[in-house]
């Protein structure tokens, strides 16, 4: 028996969480493509290559492809979703080698974890964006067999007429295969630019305008504002973000079918932190005027005002 066979079924007698469970929580992938790169040889746990199967714990070494990988065991976890109100001219990226500004710079810094992206939106389409730092519940959230759909509201140049919505609904054929809406609301507007609400059960690129423009029509303004479940705060202000409460985070893994985490929601510490941080950074006329202490003096002096004859 080799060192790396006889790692692997010490890996799998031993306790702590399968390899390719705790890759897709880091947000490299799903746990079926986490198997092949594991398969692939390009894993390993502490100096040996890994298979597929082996448990690892919290003090084990995980590399992949020579990059070391964070992570946290499922009893130390704590899932954190953030709603984030997107501004257009952002891009989703870590990064951008023209130097545009990214949604990741606005986020909250996190310690030994990174904030994974629950899909995109164009660089120049605002609205709802989710973060999460659990990258399987943001892979569960983005694939094609949980059904969820996203609503956009959009600005629509152009005459639109009945026909135009009814193929809208019924599917058009795209670069990438047919497309449709399987909603569509009016919302408004006067003249030439018309607002409707409009749903998708998936999230191609650029899709909401492709299909508008299959008609001959042109979107002017794309927000979206929701994404299954999860509406856009009315109050969130774009470039905002704030944590989604616990409740709404347990109904996301139910709804995904994964099983819940032990502990979801930003820590009370990490509250405290950023609740000073916020104070620390408000603006000096937002803050209150510290009240100086009465003096007796100053006590007789209104009440003397008070009671002067005018």
Request: aromatic residues 4%.
């Amino acid at each position: 028996m080799t060192d790396n066979e006889k790692l692997s079924n010490d890996n799998k007698e031993s306790g702590g969480e399968k390899l390719q469970k705790v890759l897709a929580r880091a947000g490299i992938g799903s746990r079926r493509e986490m198997e092949k790169l594991i398969g692939a040889n390009r894993v390993t746990v502490n100096g040996k290559i890994a298979h597929v199967g082996d448990r690892v714990e919290a003090r084990d070494r995980i590399l992949l492809d020579g990059h070391p990988i964070a992570m946290k065991v499922s009893e130390e976890r704590r899932t954190r979703v953030l709603i984030y109100n997107k501004p257009e001219g952002e891009i989703c990226t870590t990064s951008d080698p023209e130097g545009r500004p990214t949604v990741f710079a606005a986020l909250p810094k996190l310690k030994g974890e990174r904030w994974i992206a629950v899909g995109r939106l164009d660089f120049n389409t605002s609205g709802l964006l989710l973060f999460t730092t659990d990258g399987e519940l943001a892979n569960a959230l983005m694939h094609p067999s949980a059904n969820i759909d996203r609503e956009y509201l959009c600005r629509v140049l152009g005459e639109v007429d009945d026909d135009m919505l009814e193929r809208l609904r019924n599917g058009v054929v795209l670069d990438d295969g047919i497309a449709h809406f399987t909603d569509i609301t009016a919302g408004g507007g006067e003249g030439a630019n018309r607002w409707y609400y409009v749903c998708l059960m998936e999230g191609r690129n650029r899709e909401v305008r492709r299909l508008w423009e299959s008609q001959n029509l042109k979107v002017s303004r794309l927000k979206r504002v929701r994404f299954g479940p999860v509406f856009l705060p009315p109050r969130l202000k774009q470039g905002q973000w704030q944590d989604m409460p616990d409740e709404q985070i347990l109904a996301l893994y139910q709804m995904t079918g994964l099983p819940k985490p032990a502990h979801v929601g930003i820590a009370p510490q990490e509250k405290r932190e950023l609740a000073r941080e916020k104070r620390k950074n408000r603006p000096a006329s937002n803050r209150p005027v510290a009240r100086k202490p009465e003096t007796k003096n100053s006590a007789i002096k209104k009440s003397t005002r008070r009671h002067t004859p005018h």
